[in-house]
Structures are given as C-alpha cells and as structure tokens.
C-alpha cells in the first residue's frame, strides 16, 4: 500500500565504470541533494546500460535503471517520489529519462511522481554555472587558457555549449573555452582562437559529472589523438587537471538547489 508520507529521492546520473569516480564524484552530488532533500530517503539509478553491466560484470557492484528504480520504490510503498538527474545538458538522456518517469507515473497513477531538471536548464542557471566554474578552475594569466572538456550531443540542446561560453566570455578573471568530444564546438575552433590570441599555455579540465572514461582516455590519454598530445604537438604547454564537477562543493549545492527547487 502507498503512503503519501514516505518519500523517495532517486538520484539519476549517466554513471562511469570508474569506482573511484563513483564516490569522489557522484557520492558527494547525492548526498548534498539528499541534505537538500530533508525527510526524502535516497536512492540511485544510472542511465547508462553499457556502464550497468560493466559495474555488474567486472566490479560486482549492482546499480538500477530508473525503470528499475522507480517500480522497485513503488513496491516498497513510495508514495512520493522525487526524481533528480545530476545530467549537465537537457540533451537524449534526460529527455529518454523524463519519457520513463512519465510512463512510470501515468502507470502507477496513486504515487506523486516529481520530474526535476539538469543542471542547464534555464536562463539563470548559466549565469549560476560559469560562476561556479570560475571558482573552481586556476587562475589565469595574460597567456593562459583553460578549455573545459564537453561531452557533446547531436540533440539540439548542443547549443547550451555555446550559450555557456557566452557566460564564461564575461569572467574577467579567467580565459576560458569549451570544446566537445562529440559534437561542436570542436577542439580544432578553439585551437584556432587560441592561436589568435597567442595563447602559450593551456590548463585542461573535463566539463563533466565524473572525471572518467573521456576525461582519462579523450583528453588526457596517451594514444596520439589525445586532447593532451594534440595540443602539445600544436606547441601549446599544458597541464591536465583530472577533476570532475562532482568533486566541486559549488556544483553540489547547485544540484541541492535544484532539489529544493523541485520538492518545493
């Protein structure tokens, strides 16, 4: 039977292979959103099948689906339940998440179900992230940059890369780029812009959740066609720092405040 006062909060993030990762960076998000959430009891899913079997297959460690996760918080007799992404982007995974939670709720019609949203989602959480970002990346001088690492997506929400950079553009105290993996904007227009400017030296860091598979192998990897050895070959000095969002407390209470936003 459901009881409307017992309540979950499922915290939804792509997931990395990278145990490590899971609790520097992942672990610090939910548990901040979880002190946001008050009387809320915490749960987890990942979105990313790939990342579910390996963790199942290689580590042992078992984590849910939000399908899973929501039928399994149903039979325990939820009654509310909260379901906040730790995604950066509105892009396919959200939106193949908000399409599950709202089957889930249209199926299971006596559980209030809460849908919240990405980090960039709105006009002022731009503004709320580059200032973040400004805390949390090195200062920079007259020569230097940093280019933050981007995941990228074929989804039209790839624009948010370039509205974000239109934010960082306004920072005074720092030089700063966003470039994608998968999608634009490419490294090969950032490097052209920092040649312009006669930039010499890059500080290079991921703009993601985890600092994992991408930010480990994709840039700072030591095959030839990584970020790191492309831009050394370019003649550019570069310093990797291999820190997720995750591991910022700035971007933690952003995520806590998006679950203040959607309990409230």
């Known amino acids: 039977?459901?009881?409307q006062e017992k309540k979950a909060l499922l915290a939804v993030?792509?997931?990395t292979s990278y145990t490590q990762a899971i609790e520097s960076c992942i672990v610090p998000v939910e548990?901040?959103?979880?002190?946001?959430?008050?009387?809320?009891?915490?749960?987890?899913?990942?979105?990313?099948?790939?990342?579910i079997k390996k963790l199942k297959n290689v580590c042992h460690i078992c984590v849910d689906t939000p399908g899973e996760a929501l039928e399994a918080l149903a039979e325990k007799g939820y009654g509310t339940i909260a379901v906040q992404p730790t995604h950066i982007l509105a892009g396919t995974?959200?939106?193949?998440?908000a399409k599950t939670t709202e089957e889930f709720a249209r199926s299971h019609p006596q559980?209030?179900?809460?849908?919240?949203?990405?980090?960039?989602?709105?006009?002022?959480?731009?503004?709320r992230v580059a200032g973040a970002l400004g805390c949390w990346m090195p200062k920079t001088g007259a020569h230097d940059v940093v280019v933050l690492m981007g995941h990228g997506t074929e989804h039209f929400s790839n624009s948010s890369y370039f509205a974000l950079q239109h934010y960082l553009d306004q920072l005074s105290t720092r030089a700063v780029y966003v470039a994608n993996v998968e999608a634009p904007p490419v490294l090969e227009e950032v490097m052209e812009r920092m040649c312009r400017e006669g930039v010499r030296n890059v500080y290079l860091m991921p703009f993601m959740l985890v600092a994992g598979d991408h930010a480990r192998?994709?840039?700072?990897?030591?095959?030839?066609?990584?970020?790191?050895?492309?831009?050394?070959?370019?003649?550019?000095?570069?310093?990797?720092?291999?820190?997720g969002l995750g591991e910022s407390e700035d971007f933690c209470r952003l995520y806590a405040q998006k679950v203040r936003k959607l309990i409230s």
Not at 230 to 239: K, P
């Open 111 to 127: 559980v209030k179900v809460l849908m919240g949203q990405p980090l960039l989602y709105e006009n002022d959480d731009y503004t």
């Open 13 to 15: 993030s792509f997931g």
């Open 1 to 3: 039977m459901m009881n």
């Open 31 to 51: 548990q901040a959103m979880k002190a946001a959430a008050g009387e809320y009891d915490l749960f987890r899913a990942f979105t990313s099948g790939m990342i």
């Open 217 to 243: 192998n994709d840039m700072a990897g030591e095959d030839e066609d990584s970020w790191y050895n492309i831009l050394t070959r370019h003649g550019f000095s570069v310093e990797v720092i291999l820190r």
């Open 93 to 97: 995974e959200y939106h193949d998440l």
